[in-house]
């Protein structure tokens, strides 16, 4: 073999061996080993029942109208949603502080001054929450809050009317003007079908505030429900940050808890209610009201905790609380058997205390029916004016409402039409034989 095809031989090898290592170093610079997948805890995702709007829990509880010569009211909610849903077109502006100092009489003679709409609700409402179902776009919105709405009709000019914003417990009084009013809308669906509301009447008190109640005697209706629960296992996997390591002890015959090294939940078995405490979180800071209602809401809904209708009914900034209560067909619903109402204490960080009932109202179906008549708020607070045991002048509020018992037994729950009334931030119940009988506490 010639010496010409020796090199072409050597070229030739050294070529497959330059192409050889560099086909090796790309193969090992792209290799990728198979590890094992590393298994990690599943983070635990419960939704229990429904989440919440702010306008699904921050509700009217009652609406006055106040027309010539006569005053009507209801407690429907088909009717104050549909006042609420025809004022989410307007804009308010120009919210002006107008009294820290508004007298209960004042507020009594805006109340029922000719051609106006109150919605009351049962605490005051943080401007900058109400903005969620009502625009303001007035600048520097206040923190302070109202439990009276009053829209003054006559006022309409321009497309605009003037509103009033009152607390009832502080007495404080603000005024705005609502633009992009439809006049042509609010005598449709809020003017007009108040003809068809029921007949109300102001028991005035001298130099406090009037009640505002039914005058005639309506028709009610008791109802009965199956008594429905849901596992507090599921609020357990919901409310603790890892329900793997959830330690559950019984104490005694009638009472479940679970604990982790922060939190302890203890569930009623008998009264199904439960109570969810992290003591580490436990503060002496006060809230911003805004703030509270849009954390507990979240924290709420986190879970899907509402389980049945519950609406804003209380708040106290100081102690970081706040209420929502148990309602049924836009009546709240009271009981001294067991909780009707959800209550929340933020803390820092997070969530310090969590109360609230684990039965549920199977509303789909009811057990059993009764209809009776339920007598007017005017004769309740008439058999209230002469009880030795009710200072009447200390009365807040008189409200047609619904008293829950239970039969463990048969597992039914019984909601009973009843008059409340409200004193020293208590409602207790008024007897349903003569509307005078023994106070009970109620929850």
Do not use: C
Request: charged share 20%; net charge negative.
């Amino acid at each position: 073999m010639g010496l010409k095809y020796v090199e072409q031989i050597k070229s030739i090898l050294l070529a497959i061996l330059v192409v050889s290592s560099v086909l090796l170093t790309f193969a090992i610079w792209t290799y990728t080993p198979k590890y094992q997948t590393i298994k990690t805890t599943p983070i635990v995702n419960i939704s229990i029942a429904d989440t919440k709007r702010v306008d699904d829990v921050i509700k009217p509880y009652k609406m006055v109208v106040s027309l010539e010569g006569d005053m009507k009211g209801t407690m429907a909610s088909f009717d104050l949603d549909s006042v609420v849903n025809a004022m989410k077109s307007w804009e308010i502006r120009d919210l002006m502080f107008e009294s820290n100092n508004s007298s209960d009489i004042k507020l009594n003679e805006m109340i029922g001054a000719s051609n106006r709409f109150t919605l009351f609700f049962p605490a005051d409402v943080p401007f900058p929450v109400y903005d969620n179902i009502l625009k303001n776009a007035s600048l520097n919105i206040p923190e302070s809050g109202f439990d009276r709405l009053i829209v003054d009709w006559n006022s309409f000019k321009n497309g605009q009317l003037k509103i009033y914003f009152a607390s009832s417990k502080n007495n404080t009084l603000y005024s705005a003007l609502a633009g992009n009013v439809d006049m042509e809308l609010v005598e449709q669906k809020i003017v007009t079908p108040t003809n068809d509301f029921a007949k109300f009447t102001e028991i005035e008190r001298q130099g406090k505030l009037s009640l505002f109640v039914s005058a005639k005697d309506v028709e009610s209706i008791r109802y009965t429900y199956y008594l429905k629960e849901i596992e507090p296992s599921r609020f357990r996997d919901a409310l603790f940050n890892d329900p793997n390591v959830v330690r559950q002890s019984p104490v005694g015959a009638t009472n479940d808890a679970y604990s982790d090294a922060t939190s302890l939940l203890n569930v009623n078995l008998l009264e199904r209610t439960l109570s969810f405490v992290n003591p580490s979180a436990e503060t002496s800071n006060p809230s911003i009201p805004s703030k509270l209602v849009f954390d507990s809401l979240d924290y709420i809904n986190e879970h899907g905790g509402w389980t049945d209708e519950f609406r804003f009914s209380g708040i106290n900034p100081t102690n970081q609380q706040i209420d929502y209560q148990l309602y049924l067909l836009g009546n709240p619903v009271f009981s001294s058997d067991t909780s009707t109402k959800i209550t929340v204490n933020w803390g820092d960080p997070g969530i310090y205390r969590y109360l609230r009932p684990y039965y549920t109202l199977d509303l789909s179906l009811p057990f059993d029916t009764v209809i009776s008549t339920l007598p007017s708020g005017e004769k309740a607070s008439g058999v209230m004016k002469v009880m030795k045991e009710i200072d009447f002048n200390n009365v807040e509020e008189i409200i047609s409402g619904y008293y829950l018992t239970r039969d463990n037994e048969t597992r039914l729950l019984t909601l009973e039409p009843s008059w409340f009334y409200l004193s020293n931030d208590q409602w207790t119940r008024l007897s349903p034989e003569d509307l005078g009988g023994g106070k009970i506490g109620l929850e």
